[in-house]
């Protein structure tokens, strides 16, 4: 079956950086776009990035473009979010998600505060 496992979480100073990973099994990896999307407390999930199959194509949020680069590894089923410069506001839940079939993870808490 589909799994998608986040790792990477944890609590950062502002200004800092962190690197998340989202490790899928259970489908052919490099045939499907993937995404990540945030849900702060008490807001709406959002889309923050996305990829495509090949990783040849990627989009981001406005509110993250400049800051954050999604990239895969389609030999080690990974993909990855590699975020900089980041801020109080980027204080929420991550999480990996394959579109087709609306496949979630259970993602991983990302805190920026000093």
């Known amino acids: 079956q589909v799994q998608l496992v986040e790792s990477g979480g944890g609590l950062v100073q502002p200004g800092g950086s962190l690197r998340l990973s989202c490790a899928a099994s259970?489908?052919?990896?490099?045939?499907?776009?993937l995404r990540w999307y945030r849900q702060a407390p008490g807001k709406e999930r959002e889309l923050v990035a996305a990829?495509?199959?090949?990783?040849?194509?990627?989009s981001y949020a406005g509110s993250v473009k400049g800051r954050v680069t999604i990239s895969r590894d389609n030999a080690k089923n990974t993909v990855d979010l590699q975020m900089n410069s980041l801020k109080p506001e980027d204080t929420a839940v991550y999480y990996c998600?394959?579109?087709?079939?609306?496949?979630w993870g259970k993602g991983t808490l990302v805190t920026v505060s000093s």
């Open positions: 998600n394959r579109r087709t079939g609306d496949y």
């Open positions: 990829i495509s199959g090949a990783g040849g194509s990627t």
């Open positions: 259970g489908f052919t990896f490099s045939s499907y776009a």
